[in-house]
């Protein structure tokens, strides 16, 4: 990981967004249309607020929900609720995939009785999706339990996707959420997780992104502990 050159795949999408044809008026669509930045995310812990959103910003401060404000993806599997979306674009723009959280809280699972596995879709134009599918995380961590909060990020150095998210587990007798990684090429399957970031003592870290910004700026991580 230490020579991994981070990649925006999150976020960042050009020219035209194919999503806007159908649900958006005239206005909507050629504002949507424009080049900008396209988020998806849920709304809260409600049934219908752990479903997946989309919206689009220019800016990336001013933002227009698209379909008219109504869920795009729903989950029909694992506890059939999605959390923290993140939407991942090939390098030719070819294919996106959008992994999430498999968590439905107050609908049959808790923050401290969640999903060992993320809930994957896949397009080739942001209009149509696959059907989901479970990808297995926190399983392969010996005394793993939740999986949360999953990035990926495209390595050109090893020519696949780097998965990394959180999981708690007990390591040298300290329970606590840290952040692990693996290595995918179509995210159905996952080489075997590494801890990636483990803070000292107790500390736990559930979230972390990493961010390419323009030659001469620099590289940025964040993460929230």
């Known amino acids: 990981m230490s020579a991994l050159r981070a990649r925006l795949t999150v976020i960042l999408l050009s020219v035209c967004l194919l999503f806007t044809g159908q649900a958006l008026t005239a206005p909507q669509r050629a504002a949507a249309a424009e080049p900008g930045y396209l988020m998806v995310h849920f709304t809260g812990d409600s049934a219908t607020g752990q479903m997946l959103y989309l919206a689009h910003s220019t800016d990336g401060l001013h ?29 030719d723009g070819s294919r996106y995939w959008i992994v999430a959280t498999d968590l439905c809280v107050r609908c049959g699972s808790t ?34 339990k939740n999986a949360w909060a999953p990035e990926a990020i495209w390595n050109p150095e090893t020519n696949d996707y780097v998965l990394y998210w959180a999981t708690n587990a007990t390591v040298n007798g300290v329970f606590k959420y840290r952040i692990y990684y693996a290595r995918t090429k179509d995210f159905r399957t996952i080489t075997t997780p ?14 972390t992104q990493m961010t390419e910004v323009p030659a001469g700026a620099g590289n940025y991580r964040y993460i929230r502990v």
Do not use: C
């Open 63 to 91: 933002w227009n929900d698209l379909n008219g404000g109504a869920p795009v993806l729903n989950s029909t599997i694992g506890t059939k609720g999605v959390r923290d979306p993140a939407l991942v674009r090939s390098p």
């Open 111 to 144: 923050y401290q009785n969640g999903s060992p596995s993320f809930v994957v879709w896949e397009s080739k134009d942001l209009v149509t999706w696959s059907k989901p599918w479970l990808l297995g995380a926190a399983g392969l961590i010996p005394g793993g």
């Open 194 to 207: 590494q801890i990636w970031i483990d803070p000292p003592g107790g500390t736990p870290v559930v979230d």
